[in-house]
């Protein structure tokens, strides 16, 4: 297209806008400083802090088992991974072996809730680009899920189901029937979502070339989950560090090279085929025994330091936890998957528009609380 | 790479004084500050610069004096035998008497990891140098640092408190921190 130059009066300048800390495309109480110059952005700064709750510092004051009640207020859509991330933690310090049970039931809980949390994100990506149908189909699908967790353990979304040593209860007499209904369910609904949104002409032009992120910065800035996936940079602690019941089953690491807006939402519609053939190895196999080993009731963990890593659905979540041998942690760092990938949206998001900015953050899937820890 | 391997690599860009007689120091050119420092502050109060353990860790842990920090960490990451190019977890800890950071790093090529521990006896005014130049993850995650720890990182280009509000006196992850309010104590 041949620009023409029109001679006019107006003066260009640069200006501040701010987006949020009540906006609807923030999913939380996040503020964007804006720099914009006419709607061509300049810089983007994220202002945190609204509901800091200092997690890291109420758990230098609780014991063992209370922290893992902490951990599912901070990504609230990964809560049971947050669970058992600390509880991992708590039974590698104390070299305590699970029961297989124990991690077969972890692995499935743990993939149901990565596709509760996808199947949300999938409904606000696709409100967020303007299109408010998927929202409802999203939480359709999610709302299944949350009903067999609510049976499993009586909590919808923050579970608590794990306790270092195994799990609070056994899983309910409905669970496998209620799950294979779900995989039967699910599987007629991802292909109604590609129908919905993922061949949309529209939404292609949303997001396509929108947000690149090349591979090099991916890692520089931390990236993980299916940010990092996108951008080509194989990073799923699932298979590389496998956790639980995750070194008995086989999947794909879904993995794009694009770097765009659309190629992470690629990778997230891929992760949920992936986490449905997770659960369909496992639910046929839970072994037989018991729910729980028996811990001390009050837990001490050795001199030493312990770190963690496990993959919620949003990415790398590590816990790091400095002990001095007493019944607290002496210092508990939680490094969190959103933390990170917020701290590159002001990279891929200078010199585009204030749509892209939307349609960007949509699929860098942040969760603030996991952000204001 | 195995520690042990790691471990030996390391140590042969910052030779010890003592040791450096008869270890053979191969890679001298690329030893920017880092060698010449220890070479021309030859005395018995530098034993060792680098600390190594593995102790109470399933990592190798790496103590590292606040002036080797930031050549420690660019040969860290530039070296096509280390390349440790993933940051992963960066966090403040008060020990006490001393103040540090914990860099837990990741090779995505090798697949193998470290920690790097730096302590600085300074409360009143901790310094360290900022790694944002290395891993540009460092940005954020320093800022946090300095908003919980008050550690000031030289050359960072945004230090300023991030969570909490710039009037906010005093620094909340410190153990000496008190506030009769907002913090319950059982």
Sequence with gaps: MEETIVETNFKSEEYFINMGPQHPATHGVLRLLLTIDGEIIKKVEPDLGYIHRSIEKMCERDSYQQIVHLTDRMD?????????????????????????????????????????????????????????????YGFRDREMINDIFEETCGARLTMNYNVPGGLMFDIHPNFIKRVKDFIVHFKTKIPEYDRLLTG????????????VLTKEDAISFGASGPVGRASGYSCDVRKHRPYSALDKVTFNEAIKTDGDTFARYEVRIQEMWESLSIIEQLIDNIPEGEYRVATNAVIKLPKGEFYQRVETARGELGVYIISTG??????????????SNLSLL???????????????????????????R | ????????????????????????????????????????????????????SEEGSQFLNIIVQPE?????????KSNPDSQFDYLFCLSGVDWGAELGVVYHLES???????????????????????????????????????????ITFNNHPNLKRLFLTDEWEGFPLRKDYVDEINMVIK
């Design chain 1, 76 to 136: 609230y859509l990964s809560s049971n991974i947050n669970n058992e991330a600390v509880c991992l933690a708590v039974e590698n310090a104390l070299q305590l072996e699970v029961p297989d049970r124990v991690k077969v039931i972890r692995t499935i809980i743990g993939e149901l809730t990565r596709i509760s949390s996808h199947c949300l994100w999938w409904g606000v990506m696709g409100m967020d680009v303007g299109a408010l149908t998927t929202y409802f």
């Design chain 1, 200 to 211: 949309n002409v529209i939404f292609h032009k949303r997001t396509k070339g929108v947000g």
């Design chain 1, 326 to 339: 007493t019944k607290n942690p002496y210092r508990l760092k939680f490094r969190s998957p959103g933390f």
């Design chain 1, 346 to 372: 002001n990279h891929i998001a200078v010199g585009g528009k204030i749509g892209d900015l939307v349609a960007t953050m949509a699929t860098l899937d942040l969760v603030i609380p996991d952000i204001d």
């Design chain 2, 1 to 52: 790479m195995t520690n042990q391997s790691l471990q030996e690599l390391i140590g042969s860009w910052f030779p010890n004084p003592e040791a450096e007689k008869d270890s053979d120091v191969v890679d001298v050119a690329e030893n920017e500050e880092g060698s010449e420092d220890i070479s021309t502050t030859q005395e018995p109060i530098n034993p060792s610069l680098l600390v190594f």
């Design chain 2, 68 to 76: 080797q920090l930031h050549s420690l960490m660019a040969q860290l």
């Design chain 2, 108 to 150: 995505t090529t090798h697949r193998h990891s470290i920690v790097v521990k730096v302590k600085t006896p300074d409360r009143e005014n901790p310094t360290l140098d900022s790694v944002y130049d290395i891993w540009m993850t460092a940005e954020f995650l320093e800022r946090e640092v300095y908003d919980f720890f008050g």
